[in-house]
């Protein structure tokens, strides 16, 4: 399984065209989640990882209601809802997921999805999207949202954030 998942992933990681930075963190914004939510499902905890997904996009698009027209949301382009990252959101929550529950024991693995989304984050800063603020503020809520586990259908509430060694 964890072969099928890390294959797929780097299969949907490909960049193509002069933007490959750009194009790669963009497809790991969908990459990581759906490895995630495969595992999950693998692992009979879709619904407790659905639930947490939601709950972090619901923050995310919130947040950027709340701070649209402010300097804190305002895109180094000059648009708005730039406050946080929703790139940097998912792939965070995808890498959490992913390295505190499904490559627990695999620390390479954890720290392989870490970096596609450190790299997704600072993809997002370089293309011009976001600032650093913005891109590492999607980050923490969606590592905090993808460590957790609310318990639902499962015998209690947990963080994992994985990479133990």
């Known amino acids: 399984m964890r072969a099928a998942i890390v294959g797929l992933t780097c299969m949907l990681a490909v960049p193509a065209g002069a933007d490959g930075l750009e194009r790669f963190g963009t497809t790991m914004k969908y990459a990581l989640p759906l490895a995630a939510a495969v595992c999950a499902a693998d692992q009979d905890r879709l619904e407790d990882f659905a639930v947490r997904g939601a709950l ?9 209601a709340v701070f649209d027209g402010s300097p804190l949301g305002t895109r180094p382009t000059g648009e ?12 965070g ?3 959490a997921d992913l390295a505190g529950k499904c ?6 693995l ?3 999805a870490y970096g596609a989304a450190g790299l997704t984050a600072f993809s997002r800063v370089q293309a011009g999207e976001h600032t650093a603020d913005q891109a590492l503020a999607g980050a923490l809520i969606g590592i905090s949202f993808g460590a ?4 639902i259908g499962s015998e209690g509430a947990a963080i994992s954030v994985g990479l133990r060694f």
């Open 56 to 64: 972090q996009a619901a923050v995310v698009l919130g947040l950027k």
């Open 80 to 91: 708005g809802r730039g406050f946080p990252s929703g790139h940097s959101a998912a792939v």
């Open 93 to 95: 929550f995808g890498a």
């Open 103 to 108: 490559w627990e024991d695999d620390p390479a």
């Open 110 to 112: 954890g720290a392989a």
């Open 148 to 151: 957790a586990s609310f318990g």
